[in-house]
């Protein structure tokens, strides 16, 4: 398709356990972005790449979040022993990168940590 | 701190009614604005932006918003609403200061009724 997947879109963890969610961006978007969406919130900013390059990671909640898109294309992020509070919805967003452009969202994946 | 209030967390409004959802933001400096609509189990999709030139800027499915720079608002109106417009509708903020990270106020719950 033409637009911004994510994989899962639902994934339910137990508590300490790793998960790893997928995000592939439009086909040539430059920028790549990564949100929370708790329930009940509008999304949050977590961090954003331009190509390869993780240049913000400002709104990553703690060290157990991690991302990256070593080949400038597909971006994974990570969340390490995760806790109750990581449930949320998390967004991936991409755009074209040129001044500014639309950000295109994907659908989320749901992450419900028990 | 840079932020986005919508005041209104749900909104009821009859078939055909016209509506106004608010959005406030926090500087005045120069900002990009938006509109976003989400539908359940979907991502967001774009329903509008300013960027420049007229305050009066018109989107997708006849919504349109004013950028009112004294009153650092953005309202989103539209004059007469469908069943299909029921959905969650997100304002957000460029500051243009850096890149484009959008902060997102948490929400207005638009709800059609017959």
């Known amino acids: 398709g033409a637009g911004v997947s994510q994989s899962p879109r639902y994934k339910v963890a137990k508590r300490g356990q790793d998960v790893a969610l997928r995000c592939d961006p439009i086909?040539?978007?430059?920028?790549l972005f990564w949100y929370q969406q708790a329930l009940g919130q509008g999304p949050e900013f977590l961090t954003y790449?331009?190509?390869?390059?993780?240049?913000?990671k400002s709104g990553l909640p703690s060290d157990r979040f991690f991302a990256e898109r070593p080949e400038g294309s597909v971006s994974t992020l990570k969340i390490q022993r995760t806790q109750q509070e990581d449930s949320a919805v998390y967004l991936c967003?991409?755009?074209?990168?040129?001044?500014?452009?639309?950000?295109?969202f994907g659908p989320g994946t749901r992450l419900t940590v028990l | 701190a840079q932020s986005v209030t919508q005041l209104d967390s749900q909104v009821p409004v009859f078939e055909e009614a016209p509506v106004e959802l608010r959005c406030n933001y926090s500087?005045?400096?120069?900002?990009?604005l938006f509109w976003y609509v989400q539908y359940p189990n979907q991502g967001l999709q774009l329903l509008l932006k300013?960027?420049?030139?007229?305050?009066l800027v018109k989107g997708i499915n006849g919504f349109e918003a004013e950028f009112n720079k004294s009153q650092t608002s953005f309202h989103l109106r539209k004059p007469s609403v469908h069943i299909s417009d029921t959905a969650e509708y997100f304002c957000?903020?460029?500051?243009?200061?850096?890149?484009?990270?959008?902060?997102f106020g948490t929400g207005t719950r638009l709800l059609v009724s017959p």
């Open positions: 967003a991409s755009s074209t990168g040129l001044d500014y452009n639309e950000q295109f």
């Open positions: 086909s040539g978007h430059v920028s």
């Open positions: 790449f331009q190509n390869e390059a993780q240049l913000d």
């Open positions: 500087s005045s400096v120069s900002v990009y």
């Open positions: 300013y960027l420049s030139g007229s305050t």
């Open positions: 957000a903020v460029i500051w243009v200061t850096g890149f484009q990270k959008l902060v």
